[in-house]
């Protein structure tokens, strides 16, 4: 095996170039096939909080032209000399992640999201082998190591399937490791586009969800989705009254909040999960931990749970509530998800891309 490659392949997609600088026409190379490469043809790629934190580099870091765009589903069409298992016209999709040592104790548990070694980022990441930065899904095609692509199920449609790779994983991994199944008690906080996918998967996995929100706007939707009950964070009453009921608080917030709020809510030797949120969050008391409580926080998953994730969504026929955009309309799609104007997820039709 080498890494002698084809000749690189001509992209096209969007990109921002500063932080203050809105996504616009961006023309690159994918690099050529390396011998256990896939190439996939991108139909489309779903919108995330993370590519506009990325592409205006809240979290700093961001190196430019920032190409986002990490749920992404297409067709194969090209794989290298020694990949097996996928052939041209497949379905298949990819994550927040397109590599990883594969030999470090984590990466040999399934755990490539947390390689010891660092894992690569779909976009903004840098290349195993040759340090280039990697571009995302906002594109008409990407090159992947083969081990990184995931199969999209038969029937399962192709455009509302996008989300999964980040939005449904991220909220499936904390609901598969506290073991949520019939009987669990889940309260999800936030719901958006993390928080309707945990309202719908711990429903389908048999427990029973209650939605905590701020206000009573969403009330229709959080049981039009699965959950069974609504608690409103800010009746004091309410709040009292729910303490001690929880075997799962799976946060989705985005933004730092005060955390310790819905400590009070969970059973003894159970969970407060953060899924949402990256950033310092306000100064907690460690009052709120007595009792044995937990606060913790989960990132993606590996590769096998995401497939996972993904047959058990087309089994139980889950899919993200999304709304269908052109590649032209990203900037202002930007700038509703950053007024939650949207229910659930935008994702872009990548035939748009001109």
């Not at 096209?12 to 994918?30: C, I, S, T, V, W």
């Not at 379905?91 to 040592?101: H, I, L, S």
């Amino acid at each position: 095996m080498t890494d002698t490659q084809t000749n690189e392949y001509p992209a096209k997609g969007y990109a921002a170039h500063a932080p203050d600088q809105p996504l616009e026409p961006f023309a690159f190379n994918r690099r050529g096939l390396r011998h256990d490469d896939v190439l996939i043809e991108i139909s489309h790629c779903g919108i995330c909080h993370s590519d506009l934190h990325t592409a205006r580099n809240d979290w700093g870091g961001s190196t430019y032209p920032v190409v986002p765009g990490h749920e992404i589903v297409g067709h194969v069409r090209a794989v290298g000399e020694d990949v097996t298992g996928f052939a041209e016209g497949d379905r298949v999709a990819v994550g927040c992640m397109v590599d990883a040592c594969l030999e470090c104790d984590h990466c040999k548990q399934g755990l490539e999201q947390y390689c010891l070694n660092g894992m690569t980022g779909t976009y903004n990441g840098k290349d195993r082998r040759d340090g280039s930065i990697t571009r995302g899904g906002y594109s008409d095609k990407i090159v992947v190591r083969k081990e990184f692509v995931l199969r999209i199920p038969e029937g399962m449609d192709m455009g509302a399937a996008a989300p999964l790779l980040c939005a449904g994983i991220t909220t499936y991994s904390p609901l598969k490791q506290w073991k949520v199944g019939p009987g669990s008690k889940v309260a999800v906080v936030g719901l958006g586009g993390l928080g309707h996918m945990g309202v719908k998967l711990a429903a389908a996995m048999g427990a029973e969800v209650t939605v905590l929100t701020r206000t009573s706007d969403k009330m229709a939707d959080a049981r039009a989705l699965g959950a069974k009950n609504i608690l409103l964070s800010t009746d004091r009453e309410a709040m009292k009254s729910a303490a001690n009921s929880f075997d799962m608080i799976l946060n989705t917030i985005p933004v730092p909040h005060p955390v310790a709020h819905y400590m009070p809510l969970l059973k003894v030797d159970c969970a407060q999960v953060l899924v949402g949120v990256i950033g310092t969050l306000p100064e907690m008391h460690s009052g709120h931990l007595l009792g044995r409580r937990i606060l913790t926080g989960s990132g993606i998953g590996g590769i096998a749970e995401t497939q996972e994730m993904l047959d058990f969504c087309a089994e139980k026929n889950i899919l993200p509530e999304i709304e269908m955009i052109a590649m032209q309309d990203v900037n202002n799609a930007y700038d509703r998800m950053e007024k939650s104007d949207v229910r659930y997820r935008f994702v872009i039709d990548m035939e748009t891309l001109a």
